[in-house]
């Protein structure tokens, strides 16, 4: 959490009502920066400026926290998409969310895709977490799989998506591994050109 961030705080923010919601975007942070196994509920206690043990009132494990992580991912993602969907035409929505990803080119440089980089280390779980950002990543395959449809590509709308989402993936990764945020301005201009060669 950036200190602007701390230091603009709503009052509301530091209600008990809202601790939950602290804890859960701080845990996102944190498992983003550090991975899931290497967080501690100190770690994130300390990101959401809230005692340790008030920790425990609102998840009773670190399990718990990653399913409200998981959860939030989808949650963002659906308000992503509703603003999305208030865009004229379907390439425009996509190139809005390729230009969104692009935006992140800092971020992703330095600790990979948010959402990319919590599925792959749940993914090596054997806790039942394994399956719990398939849905998530089902969630983006379809809405956008629905504007390729749009765009009237309806027998390959699917394979679009899955090409999209995978760029999207495979130039975060490498933008990651080569602590190079151009390389995903350059794809990124590249998958809006795409995009406008299928509309």
Known sequence: MTDSKK?????????????RERLVTAATEVFHRQGVERSTLSDIARVADVPVGNVYYYFKTKEQLVAAVVAGHADRLRELTAVLDELATPAERLKALVGGWVGQRDLAAHYGCPFGTLAGELDRRDDGHDRTAAPVMELLLDWVEEQFRAMGHRDEARDLAVSLVSAYQGMSLLTNTLHDPDLMSRQGRRLEQWIDSLA
């Not at 230091?7 to 601790?19: D, H, I, L």
């Open 7 to 19: 230091a603009a705080g709503p009052r509301s923010a530091r209600s008990g009502s809202g601790k």
